[in-house]
């Protein structure tokens, strides 16, 4: 069954770092892994997705690896702005349906 | 191109009623997918449906229900509401829901039960 977890699931960092959040899964038979932004109380809003033969994708100041062989993919938020603030979220996809399975999310505080 | 929406945004029922909640899809998206997202479990995936069919379910008691018209549009319903329903549930769609498709949520419609 796979499982996918979320490292750290809070981070607080002054405005200006370069950061980075994790998230691991137990069965690397993905087919894809996709990074999502929640803002409180919202949907969810697509930032990244990485097709399992892809090793990173980018847009903007993101920038998501994905290394299937250790299970692992990371999301790089450079310069971070306070307007980053939000729940990240990483999802994969195991069959070759729509179905997402969900970490728990890391919450990201930029502060002034 | 409009994105996904969903109605109604709010919702507040008592225990024992049932709730009906719509999805649009993307224009030209035929896949729908609907989730429970609760501050102890996290997202949930409740169902799939593809062209009027339902794909994949979640683990989720025979409760909840849905289904999709011709048009792409999703119902979800849940009957006889317990309080542990309350969530906010989110419904995505992608072009054709295989695993190359990017997936896009709606805003969601948060259900309290009193």
């Known amino acids: 069954k796979q499982e996918v977890t979320q490292i750290p699931a809070a981070l607080s960092v002054p405005e200006g770092e370069n950061l980075v959040l994790n998230c691991s899964f137990t069965d690397s038979a993905i087919y894809n892994l996709q990074w999502f932004r929640q803002d409180p109380g919202k949907g969810l809003t697509s930032l990244l997705l990485?097709?399992?033969?892809?090793r990173e994708q980018t847009s903007g100041r993101l920038n998501a690896s994905l290394d299937k062989s250790s299970g692992r993919s990371t999301l790089y938020i450079a310069a971070s702005q306070p307007g980053d603030s939000a729940t990240y979220l990483c999802?994969?996809?195991?069959?070759?349906?729509?179905?997402?399975?969900f970490g728990q999310g890391t919450t990201l505080q930029v502060k002034p | 191109k409009a994105g996904v929406t969903q109605t109604p945004r709010y919702l507040i029922k008592t225990r024992g009623q049932q709730v009906t909640l719509s999805c649009s899809p993307i224009s030209g998206h035929r896949s729908v997918s609907w989730y429970q997202q609760t501050p102890g479990q996290g997202l949930q995936f409740l169902f799939e449906y593809f062209s009027e069919t339902q794909r994949n379910k979640g683990n989720f008691p025979g409760r909840f229900s849905g289904r999709q018209f011709s048009n792409s549009r999703s119902e979800m319903n849940v009957s006889t509401l317990e309080l542990g329903d309350s969530a906010l549930y989110l419904c995505?769609?992608?072009?054709?829901?295989?695993?190359?498709?990017?997936?896009?949520f709606g805003p969601g419609t948060r259900l309290t039960v009193t």
């Open positions: 999802a994969v996809v195991s069959g070759n349906t729509g179905k997402l399975i």
């Open positions: 995505a769609s992608s072009a054709t829901g295989t695993s190359d498709n990017e997936q896009y």
């Open positions: 990485i097709q399992s033969s892809q």
